[in-house]
């Protein structure tokens, strides 16, 4: 059964930093497209980052390039989202997604079928 488990949500202050987990179970993370998402309240799931089928790389919204970075843990089967500097705008709820294949656009929700049940980031002073 093909499994999604997202951590490491939390409070923090505009600037600051936080390591999202998703944890994979039933399927290897590496042979699927993974992707990470997050929705705010009256707004809709917008894509933050995503594994593209080319090794080595990774798809990135404008709104987070330079700030998130997306990494791969092939033995934890484990897929991460360091989010630094942070902003107020940041807050959401992400998710974590695998695609329903390798093509379409990475970063559309379209294109992804199965979804964990998200952890809360919320970016306050």
């Known amino acids: 059964q093909v499994q999604l488990v997202e951590s490491g949500g939390g409070l923090v202050q505009p600037g600051g930093s936080l390591r999202l987990s998703c944890a994979a179970s039933?399927?290897?993370?590496?042979?699927?497209?993974i992707g990470w998402f997050r929705q705010a309240p009256g707004k809709e799931r917008e894509g933050v980052s995503c594994?593209?089928?080319?090794?080595?790389?990774?798809w990135y919204a404008d709104s987070v390039k330079g700030r998130f970075t997306m990494s791969r843990d092939n033995a934890k089967n484990t897929v991460f989202l360091q989010m630094n500097s942070l902003k107020l705008e940041d807050s959401a709820i992400y998710y974590c997604?695998?695609?329903?294949?390798?093509?379409?656009?990475?970063?559309?929700?379209?294109?992804?079928?199965?979804w964990g049940q998200g952890t809360q980031v919320t970016v306050s002073s």
């Open positions: 997604a695998i695609g329903k294949s390798w093509g379409g656009l990475c970063l559309n929700s379209a294109n992804f079928g199965s």
């Open positions: 594994f593209s089928r080319t090794y080595g790389t990774i």
């Open positions: 039933g399927f290897t993370v590496n042979y699927r497209r």
